[in-house]
């Protein structure tokens, strides 16, 4: 069984940075695609960020960096110059398979995490 479990969220001032982890287990995540989505109250799901088996990435702005730890069965998403609209609910994914694919619904990813929430405010 597939778990991921998403920490390091919380309230933190504009223009503050955070970093969230998001622990593996029942699956190595090595040759797997991972990525991080978001949803803010009253929105839909969005892509934030996701990587490849091989380290290719993609993130939805320079803000944010997302990188993995295989030793460590860990997935990272580090979030710089935080602002109010970043607020949201944040999860991480495991694929199917080892790329993610943008054209797909959810980018072809097969499990998700509970999520962390993440608070932008002053």
Request: charged fraction near 20%; aromatic fraction near 12%; proline fraction near 3%.
């Amino acid at each position: 069984q597939v778990q991921l479990e998403e920490s390091g969220g919380g309230l933190v001032q504009p223009g503050a940075s955070l970093r969230l982890s998001c622990a593996a287990s029942g699956r190595t995540i090595t040759t797997y695609a991972m990525g991080w989505f978001r949803q803010a109250p009253g929105k839909e799901r969005e892509f934030v960020a996701a990587i490849n088996w091989d380290g290719g990435r993609d993130s939805v702005n320079g803000r944010f960096g997302i990188w993995r730890d295989n030793s460590l069965n860990t997935l990272y998403l580090q979030m710089h110059n935080l602002k109010p609209e970043d607020t949201a609910v944040y999860y991480c994914a495991i694929g199917g398979s080892s790329a993610y694919y943008p054209g797909e619904v959810d980018y072809g990813m097969e499990y998700w995490g509970k999520g962390t929430l993440v608070t932008v405010s002053s």
